[in-house]
């Protein structure tokens, strides 16, 4: 910015320059506005290019440049809402938009404008405490930058932004704000350490929890399987045992002589092989009452299976007459013989059992 031309230069803030003479013929630089007094009265601004000027009666007074300038703020102090003393420092950004206001309603609008910037800034910190200062440094150049327009509309200058560069606190807080950051970042280390051992005993326990259950869950897979493996067993040895008794009753049907033969052997060697096992696991001995008699008891084994026999024979000869009869009756008769012959099976089955059992028992 640039005083009235003649004489000392008034003292200011800003250092001022020598204005340009009236040589009739001007050429105006871009970006910059002269403006022209006639006989001590303004008369027009001069844009840039060309400008013809009236010797004697024209006069350059006033050099303003549109560009847009940046002025430091010095370091000054503010006590914020927490009665803490801050030194502060900023940079302003403004620009001239109307030079005539610029020129004619304040002597310097630089200078005028910094003051302003420093005491719209104290009056901003003081309405904040020293933890919100340090936050909402943003929200604080914003609301500087604001209240500077709002004041300076009638200088024709506008506040484009403020920033603030540097803010110093006095020793002792910054000492007691690092012991405050060094207890939080404490605070915080414990807190995450607690919580990594309470996950990690969470996590041990889940796990001990789902081994449990699959530990349980397999030994009742095993338990079922065990069961069901048992159960197949026991159904294979009885359908093994009822086709054993059925090949035996086929036999004797057929081959009676030889059959009965066959089984009076079988009898004596399981009758011979109990006996010689009486006395292995104790030491307790039975001695069947008739020990010297071996072929009485197998005549009396054969004479059960001669009465099945003899069952068996009439039951041929009965469905030998019913064939007879007819078609109808045939069918009939057949489904009755398969389940007689089914029950003599079983009977059969049964008086096997229970000759070894009794055998084994002696």
């Given at each position: 910015m640039f005083g009235p031309g003649g004489g000392v230069p008034p003292s200011t803030y800003f250092r001022r320059e020598r204005l340009p003479a009236n040589t009739i013929i001007r050429f105006v630089p871009q970006q910059q506005a002269w403006l022209v007094e006639r006989m001590g009265k303004f008369h027009r601004i001069l844009q840039p290019g060309l400008a013809i000027l009236v010797p004697i009666i024209d006069k350059i007074q006033y050099v303003k440049s549109l560009k847009e300038v940046a002025i430091e703020i010095p370091s000054q102090s503010a006590i914020?809402?927490?009665?803490v003393t801050l030194d502060l420092d900023g940079i302003l950004y403004i620009r001239i938009f109307d030079a005539y206001k610029a020129s004619y309603g304040v002597e310097d609008a630089e200078y005028a404008i910094s003051q302003l910037?420093?005491?719209t800034m104290r009056s901003e910190i003081g309405q904040l405490s020293l933890d919100h200062v340090l936050k909402e440094r943003a929200a604080l150049n914003v609301n500087i930058t604001k209240a500077i327009n709002e004041a300076a509309e009638d200088w024709g200058v506008k506040c484009l932004r403020y920033e603030i560069r540097d803010i110093h606190a006095p020793e002792p807080v910054?000492?007691?704000?690092?012991?405050?950051?060094?207890?939080e970042r404490s605070k915080r280390a414990e807190i995450l350490d607690s919580e990594g051992h309470r996950q990690s005993a969470i996590n041990i326990a889940e796990g001990k929890k789902i081994s449990v259950i699959l530990a349980s869950e397999a030994k009742k897979m095993e338990q079922i399987n065990a069961a069901l493996g048992e159960a197949e067993a026991i159904r294979l040895k009885a359908e093994a045992t009822a086709t054993g008794i059925a090949a035996v009753a086929k036999t004797l049907k057929d081959n009676k002589a030889a059959g009965q033969g066959a089984v009076s052997l079988s009898v004596a060697e399981r009758y011979v092989d109990a006996f010689g096992k009486l006395a292995k696991e104790t030491n307790?001995?039975?001695v069947p009452a008739q020990l010297g008699d071996l072929g009485g008891m197998i005549a009396g084994a054969m004479g059960i299976y001669g009465k099945i026999s003899e069952t068996q024979a009439k039951t041929q000869k009965q469905l030998g007459q019913r064939l007879e009869e007819g078609q109808k009756e045939d069918q009939q008769q057949?489904?009755?013989?398969?389940?007689q012959e089914q029950q003599k099976t079983d009977e059969a089955a049964q008086i096997l059992n229970q000759f070894d059992k009794s055998t084994s028992e002696r």
């Open positions: 914020t809402a927490d009665n910037a420093q005491t910054l000492q007691a704000m690092h012991r405050q950051v060094s207890a307790s001995i039975i057949q489904q009755e013989q398969q389940q």
